[in-house]
């Protein structure tokens, strides 16, 4: 259980018992308190890293600023004790029927939703979101436990029938033991994500999570130890780029699955190269959102609002080229330009909060550079783009920038480059043929949309697009019936959906003879 050091009065009623840790999650703000347990989770407990002489670095509250926790990076012995832990538990895991796992993560899936306020405060200050959308990100996560457990026991393989009685059939199989390495803007989705197919499949997991959002994915191994899940098979070990290297690079590891950029994406694949391992890559985005003038333009404006600023922007699959035909642009835009001058952003647990704190200062910085040099360059902000400081004190340490709209040409930085931020890039086209040319016009191909009425452009269009999804009419959608993922540079393989088994097994082929070996020899 988590032990917290509370900074404020409330601290003396604090224990460790899980119903008062619902209590105070329920009654505190920013600020209030810092993870003293130790955060790395092998064999179904909390462990201290086991070597001291690793970097250590200290978390921060992205709402404040101030510590959260204060860890060494895991080093290879963590990494060891914690692939060998999952190795073991994998042999047994393995051998049940995918019915057996099914029963076992329906009882995950049903905890984890009885414990969704819980995880998502702890999201909150880990990411510095606001509470109502990390509650949906939990959510998403319990999703991927309902559906993947209710699929489990449906993995199987083919028969073939051949000449003379012989007979062939496939079997699917796990893979061993997966490293999973997270990004930090959807912690705990990412936990669910990677780690609920991968279970389903008859996997153990060992999971890294962003070194500045530790906190969630180690809970989520608490709670699958209570819901029954054998120890080991559910591993969470902490660090940087070194101890995702330890990991990725380890030789009884079998597949990596990755979320975060395409930098290290690319250093990750090389790695797995080395190994000859599976990878998947989920990287980053700077996906086109078309809207032409016949959509509905009150859908189209919501739509372009929740493809920009959900997680202060911090979204891989952002549509945040916004196209929009030269007729509707002047309404579109001053539609948009009001609504984004409302939004409420301020202490990410206050419920009424729309937009909480970048991740850190060093990333808020990259964006207002973005901002800047886009302006430098002639493009016009139509509003926001600024650094802001919230009212209230205690936030003064976070970062937060007030959402922006911004003008500028295709071939500016801003229009080419991933800013993960609130910003919005609007640009004004005039034909369908034009519209697509542009929009392709990217290394990246994670996602796309398009607002229209006319179904037969829609289908027409998504078509032509070149990325991994498209939304007609709506966006940044994720039912975890469909996959996701990217074309181009924005990734390779996919999560969600039954493809998602495909990434999480490997396929042995059994031929049976029926008749006699016919030998020329
Ligand atoms: P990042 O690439 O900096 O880090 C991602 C993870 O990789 C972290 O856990 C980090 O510690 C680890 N890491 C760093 N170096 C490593 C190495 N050499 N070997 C192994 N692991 C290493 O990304 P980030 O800043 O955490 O996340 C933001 C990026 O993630 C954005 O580009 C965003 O678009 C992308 N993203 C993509 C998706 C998707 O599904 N496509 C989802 C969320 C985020």
């Known amino acids: 259980m988590l032990k917290l050091a509370q900074r404020n009065s409330t601290a003396a009623i604090l224990t460790q018992t899980k119903q008062l840790v619902s209590i105070v999650f329920r009654t505190i703000t920013s600020g209030n308190f810092e993870v003293e347990t130790p955060l790395n989770f092998i064999n179904g407990r909390r462990k201290n890293c086991l070597q001291t002489t690793t970097q250590s670095f200290t978390v921060e509250e992205p709402a404040t600023g101030k510590t959260l926790c204060r860890m060494h990076e895991s080093g290879i012995e963590d990494v060891n004790k914690a ?19 099914s029963k076992v993560l329906q009882k995950c899936a049903h905890l984890l939703k009885e414990k969704q306020e819980d995880v998502a405060r702890l999201e909150v200050f880990d990411t510095g979101k606001p509470i109502w959308e990390a509650r949906g990100d939990v959510q998403t996560a319990v999703d991927a436990l309902e559906y993947f457990s209710g699929i489990a026991s449906t993995l199987c393989g083919q028969h073939f029938t051949l ?15 997966v490293a999973a390495i997270g990004a930090w803007n959807f912690p705990i989705q990412m936990a669910g994500w990677k780690s609920a197919p991968a279970l389903a499949c008859g996997n153990a997991v060992v999971f890294k999570p962003s070194e500045f959002t530790p ?11 209570e819901a029954g899940l054998p120890d080991g098979l559910y591993n969470v070990v902490q660090g940087g780029g070194q101890t995702g290297n330890l ?25 797995c190269a080395g190994g000859i391992k599976a990878v998947t890559l989920e990287l980053g985005g700077k996906s086109p959102l078309i809207l032409f003038d016949d959509c509905d333009i009150t859908n189209a404006v919501n739509g372009a609002l929740l493809a920009n600023y959900l997680t202060q922007g911090q979204v891989c699959s952002n549509g945040t080229r916004v196209f929009i035909q030269e007729n509707i642009f002047s309404d579109v835009i001053s539609r948009l330009v009001n609504r984004v001058k409302a939004i409420k952003y301020g202490d990410p647990h206050c419920e009424k909060t729309l937009m909480g704190a970048m991740i850190n200062k060093k990333h808020a910085e990259k964006v207002l ?8 360059q002639g493009a016009e902000v139509l509003c926001g783009g600024k650094q802001i400081v919230p009212d209230n004190p205690i936030l003064h340490g976070g970062s937060y920038i007030s959402p922006c709209i911004i003008k500028p040409s295709d071939d500016m930085e801003i229009s080419l480059e991933e800013v993960f931020g609130p910003v919005m890039n609007v640009y004004s086209f005039r034909s369908e043929e034009e519209v697509l ?22 289908h027409r269009v998504a078509a032509k697009i070149q990325a991994g999804s498209c939304y007609i009419n709506n966006y940044n959608i994720y039912p975890i019936e469909m996959p996701f993922g990217g074309y181009k540079k924005s990734g390779i393989g996919r999560e969600n959906g039954m493809i998602t088994l495909e990434y999480f097994t490997q396929l042995k082929t059994v031929y049976v003879e029926g008749g006699n070996v016919d030998c020329p020899y």
């Open 163 to 177: 000449p003379g009685g012989s007979f062939g059939y496939t079997r699917r199989e796990p893979l061993g033991v």
């Open 83 to 101: 692939v060998n832990a999952a190795q073991q538990a994998q042999h047994d895991w393995g051998e049940m029927s995918g019915f057996e796992r």
């Open 215 to 225: 906190l969630t994915a180690v809970m989520l191994g608490e709670i699958y130890k």
């Open 369 to 376: 550079g973005f901002i800047s040099r886009a302006k430098q």
């Open 437 to 458: 040319k542009r929009a392709n016009d990217s290394q990246f191909g994670l996602a796309s949309g398009i607002f229209t009425k006319d179904l037969n452009r829609a």
């Open 247 to 271: 990991l990725s690079s380890h030789p009884d590891i079998a597949k990596v699955t990755f979320t975060g950029s395409v930098t290290t994406g690319s250093k990750v694949m090389k790695t």
